[in-house]
């Protein structure tokens, strides 16, 4: 994989195309349940209410516009461009499969949601303190892009193998009994992951048909679009899971110590500022600093 193209202005733009879209397709979900099958004049009237371009014209059953059409086609394009142009960055895992893309431009576009979720809150924060104007929608845009920050973040994190793991046991075996206990933790994955999805699609999809909203003066549809996010998110991690045993099979037994935690960037500038002995100017070390003390007191 290629790292000196990493950074480029397509990693920024792509994401956040990707997120514009699939906002604008959430956002105007209640048109397409209504023009696909769904019924209510309760999804009209709430449609009614939140529809960005109400004068837009009406090419396709009767609520879905030109935007929304043309935001749902290009959906899928910034999605197979982002696969397709995401590059991995020095400090990610090294083995990217096809598969591996998807994980990680949902990645990127978990850190593209994180960069807006900030925004939100400076701007509530200064409207509020500042202008002492308060928004109605701040708060529950914060909760809603929380919610898909914390789900898709754990999709970036089982492709990175960066999940919080306990190797005293694991480290001490062969690598067969190392394969094994890869195995059992795969399968209790996958396990979870079928459980999960049995037994909440229904309700998941109940409250997507009838796009239940949060009941707040915004009133995003929160419980329409997490629910079902979390049965997606979860086949997903269940599915990279697959994908990392199969990747790591014949991979060597790694012996995992705490200089693992170690950014060795940041140790690299250490060094630099205090000296390669670590006694220079700088030095801030508990060796260095009782040393100076001593000096004074003597």
């Not at 950074?7 to 699939?22: K, M, Q, S």
């Not at 950014?263 to 030095?283: F, I």
Request: aromatic share 12%; net charge negative.
């Amino acid at each position: 994989m290629d790292q000196e193209k990493h950074g480029t202005p397509v990693e920024w733009l792509v994401p956040l195309g990707f997120i514009f879209c699939a906002g604008w397709v959430v956002w105007h979900m209640p048109a397409f349940i209504l023009d696909w099958g769904g019924h209510g004049d309760q999804l009209a009237a709430l449609f009614g209410r939140i529809d960005v371009t109400p004068n837009a014209p009406i090419i396709m059953g009767t609520h879905i516009d030109i935007f929304d059409v043309l935001a749902l086609i290009a959906l899928p394009i910034f999605l197979v461009l982002g696969i397709t142009t995401v590059r991995r960055a020095p400090m990610e895992f090294e083995s990217w499969g096809a598969l591996d893309r998807l994980s990680i431009f949902i990645g990127r576009v978990t850190m593209m949601l994180i960069i807006l979720l900030t925004m939100v809150m400076l701007y509530e924060v200064v409207l509020r303190y500042v202008f002492e104007a308060p928004t109605l929608w701040a708060n529950e845009m914060s909760l809603w892009l929380a919610g898909f920050v914390f789900l898709t973040a754990g999709l970036y994190a089982m492709q990175q193998r960066s999940h919080i793991r306990i190797f005293l046991l694991y480290d001490v075996m062969p690598r067969w009994v190392q394969r094994l206990f890869d195995c059992i933790s795969t399968a209790l994955i996958v396990v979870f992951a079928f459980a999960l999805i049995y037994g909440g699609y229904g309700e998941a999809f109940q409250k997507f048909g009838r796009w239940e909203t949060f009941g707040t003066a915004f009133d995003p549809p929160i419980p329409a679009t997490i629910k079902i996010a979390v049965l997606f998110i979860v086949a997903m991690v269940a599915v990279q899971a697959v994908i990392n045993l199969f990747s790591d099979w014949n991979a060597e037994p790694v012996i995992h110590t705490a200089a693992d935690d170690i950014d060795q960037d940041e140790l690299e500038r250490l060094r630099a500022s205090v000296g390669a002995d670590g006694t220079g100017d700088m030095d801030v070390t508990r060796g260095a600093v009782q040393g100076n003390q001593t000096k004074a007191d003597g």
